[in-house]
């Protein structure tokens, strides 16, 4: 993530996804009080189609003091520099008068936005920072955007129709008055229509009132009431000054408003965010491997690298806002993590784009801000590593290309281990392909790409995963390790919406995909990309309890209900394995996974997803996993039934690895299984008898050959299972101890299973 990135973290949640709450040493390995699953969120920026909605906004001369306009706003540039005056548009953006900035770009000083507050000398309303000004080309008109939305006060729309002589509009500004220097509260005033030029508003006092435009007034709004509400007709550009304090000789009463409604398209446009462009083939911009982005090496602890996004491999020079890459550590010395940020700018030191342990090659998806320079900067936190940048596609407010994005309800589009997508339920070999059809469902023919949730399952090597369509080139978009990787990952579509997916690696793989969303044909549709400065907004260490097994967590965002966050999941030191869900409050909650993470994950798991925001700006989370079996409270043990019974609903691959950490903690007398047996007998009269045959079938082998005292009640419930479901599976070992001579329990448990498997 990167500074123009919004946190969310639920970092070290203590295990509730556990066994137990102590771990015994064994093997040489440390006694651990606790174990912990940590769970952290960034949020990269946000999509949220545009548009302005309408409510109240907030010296002008000749006026009186103004309540109900809480949209007004109030810009100070420095402590004691220029004010100025505006209108929220939209969460994030004001329109103003372009003499208040000295430019485009990020302002030279702090430059500050209230609204909500129509006196400044008290408190209340909302202050947001301006981090970029975008002029209109050939108006007096600047839109500022700010650092955060503000989301608990409705946006001026802007008027699609022209005013007309003799129409009286009513004005806003926190200027200069006939009796105060700065008067620091929003006065009103009514002034009439007296001529409308191709891109200006003439106004003059109504009659019977002196009202006028005063300085500290610049980019103040022109309102016409609409039903309940205002519609923002023009902004002040110029004004003849007479009647406010100190008002040069000849001062006359007229004013010039900068005429919206003619270029609200542009206005929509800017405030929309950007269009993404999926490049044909993933770009490299750095692998210092080599010389791609000209910093060849291996990059040590505390390292920043630093390289050129724009103008290469098909990003343009300028024009982009943010870049969506793929980035990847690669033989890593030690566990670390990676953070992608603007170059120049102030890496978030709490945050993390990628986490990795040692000697894996591991990658994940980020979305970053693009700034000025066209250069980016990754952050190296330990270790040796190798690190390749990859970029999948940019995004653009020229609005001329690329397309907006869609959510969609999560949904699965390919799993080849059901045959679902095509091409049957053999896995992916070494070196293979296969291509499915992506459109004709939740995403519709003529999308320009797919943004999946990409797992990669049942992986014995470590190895990477390409896409491309028809024309583009084999690039990766994903690399992953032994067992299960996932994260988001942004898919080009063909023509005739088809994607071409390669495995690269000494392993058959599985591939699943969810898809969450897609993106447009056309820059005029869908939503557009906003992003946000970095920002934790929760951390579940300081929680009373942790996030249970199949328990939730609501996070809010301080994102406007309806866009849609771009979330990096992380799951930090767990020592069993599940996934997340994630899905608006107030929405339905999704059958399917957005986040896997494994058994135990030496450092951390992160992983891309793209979630609407619901009620009050926020999303809720689900931690489903099913290893609270051995744990001490009932409680606990019910939840992980619960939870046990929702994975095998779903169609995750998961019971095996259950199964092998339960052998493996068993083993170490880190968990007691005769608290297990009652939860997994609960759970096979449920009716998920085939994952508890899963679970027993990895489990198995390690106890009996560790001969542990409760194998004999695992044979017979195993033996249960077996025949409920007519199981035929060879357990490695079972035989040989069937065959032990004598009639001890266990001999006789395990010839009852060896028979039942066997006849």
Request: glycine share 14%.
């Amino acid at each position: 993530m990167d500074s123009g990135t919004l946190l969310i973290a639920l970092k070290e949640t203590r295990e509730a996804l556990t066994m137990d709450t102590t771990m015994a040493a064994a093997r040489g390995r440390p006694r651990r009080a606790v174990r912990r699953l940590a769970l952290a969120a960034a949020l990269a920026g946000l999509t949220l189609a545009a548009g302005v909605g309408s409510a109240p906004a907030s010296g002008v001369t000749g006026g009186t003091p103004a309540e109900g306009y809480a949209f007004a706003a109030h810009i100070q540039a420095g402590e004691l520099g220029r004010g100025c005056s505006g209108a929220l548009i939209d969460p994030e953006w004001v329109a103003t008068s372009a003499a208040c900035f000295t430019g485009a770009g990020a302002p030279a000083e702090v430059t500050t936005v209230t609204v909500g507050r129509p006196d400044l000398s008290v408190s209340g309303g909302q202050q947001r920072r301006v981090v970029d000004v975008v002029p209109h080309p050939d108006r007096v008109l600047a839109l500022a955007k700010l650092s955060a939305p503000v989301i608990d006060i409705t946006p001026v729309p802007v008027a699609a129709v022209a005013p007309a002589a003799g129409e009286t509009l009513q004005v806003l500004g926190y200027g200069r008055t006939a009796t105060a220097w700065v008067p620091g509260r929003l006065h009103r005033g009514d002034l009439t229509v007296q001529a409308v030029g191709g891109a200006t508003i003439d106004l003059a006092p109504a009659a019977g009132t002196s009202a006028g435009v005063c300085k500290g007034d610049a980019g103040g709004p022109a309102l016409r009431p609409r039903g309940g509400g205002f519609e923002l007709v023009g902004v002040h550009a110029t004004s003849g000054q007479a009647g406010c304090l100190k008002a040069p000789d000849g001062a006359t009463a007229t004013a010039t408003e900068t005429r919206l409604d003619d270029i609200a398209g542009w206005v929509r446009q800017t405030v929309r965010g950007g269009t993404f462009v999926r490049l044909p083939t993933s770009a490299a911009v750095l692998d210092t491997r080599g010389s791609i982005g000209g910093a060849p090496g291996v990059k040590a602890a505390g390292a920043t690298t630093s390289f050129q996004v724009t103008g290469v491999g098909g990003v343009p020079a300028t024009g982009v806002t943010a870049v969506l890459v793929d980035i990847t550590a690669v033989t890593t010395t030690a566990g670390m993590y990676l953070t992608v940020f603007p170059e120049g700018t102030t890496r978030p030191a709490a945050l993390s784009t990628l986490n990795v342990s040692a000697n894996q090659v591991l990658s994940n998806s980020a979305v970053v801000t693009v700034p000025g320079s066209g250069r980016l900067s990754v952050y190296n936190s330990a270790g040796g590593v190798h690190i390749v940048v990859d970029v999948q596609g940019y995004y653009t407010r020229t609005g001329t290309s690329g397309g907006g994005y869609v959510p969609v309800t999560p949904t699965r589009v390919v799993d080849t281990r059901s045959g679902l997508g095509g091409g049957g339920t053999t896995t992916i070999p070494s070196g293979g392909s296969r291509t499915f059809p992506f459109t004709g469902g939740v995403i519709p023919a003529g999308a320009s790409a797919a943004f999946v949730d990409l797992i990669a399952t049942g992986a014995t090597a470590q190895g990477w995963i390409g896409t491309y369509a028809t024309g583009g080139a084999n690039r990766s978009v994903m690399d992953y390790v032994p067992g299960t990787t996932s994260h988001g990952v942004s898919v080009r579509l063909g023509t005739d919406g088809r994607a071409t997916f390669t495995n690269n690696s000494g392993s058959p793989i599985h591939l699943v995909m969810t898809a969450t969303g897609y993106f447009t044909g056309a820059p005029a549709t869908g939503a557009g990309l906003r992003t946000l400065a970095a920002r934790r907004l929760v951390d579940t260490r300081g929680n009373a309890a942790p996030i249970a097994a199949n328990g939730t967590v609501d996070i809010a965002t301080g994102l406007p209900p309806g866009a849609t966050a771009v979330v990096n999941f992380i799951v930090v030191d767990n020592t069993a394995a599940g996934y997340l869900r994630a899905w608006p409050v107030g929405g339905a909650e999704p059958a399917t996974s957005l986040s896997n993470y494994p058994p135990a994950a030496d450092v951390a798991r992160g992983g891309l997803a793209q979630v609407p925001v619901g009620t009050d700006g926020k999303i809720r989370v689900r931690n489903v996993s099913a290893y609270t079996f051995g744990a001490k409270q009932e409680s606990d043990r019910a939840a992980a039934v619960d939870a046990f019974l929702m994975l095998a609903a779903g169609t995750e691959p998961f019971a095996g690895e259950v199964g092998a950490a339960l052998a493996d903690l068993a083993t170490d007398s880190s968990v007691k299984l005769n608290r297990v047996l009652p939860a997994l007998t609960d759970v096979h009269r449920s009716g998920a008898s085939a994952a508890v045959w899963e679970l027993l079938t990895a489990a198995l082998p390690p106890l009996l050959a560790a001969s542990h005292r409760a194998v004999p009640d695992l044979l017979e419930l195993a033996t249960q299972v077996a025949v409920t479901i007519g199981a035929r599976t060879e357990i490695p070992g079972l035989a040989a101890a069937a065959a032990r001579p004598g009639s001890s329990r266990l001999v006789r448990e395990a010839k009852r299973l060896q028979s039942t498997l066997t006849t």
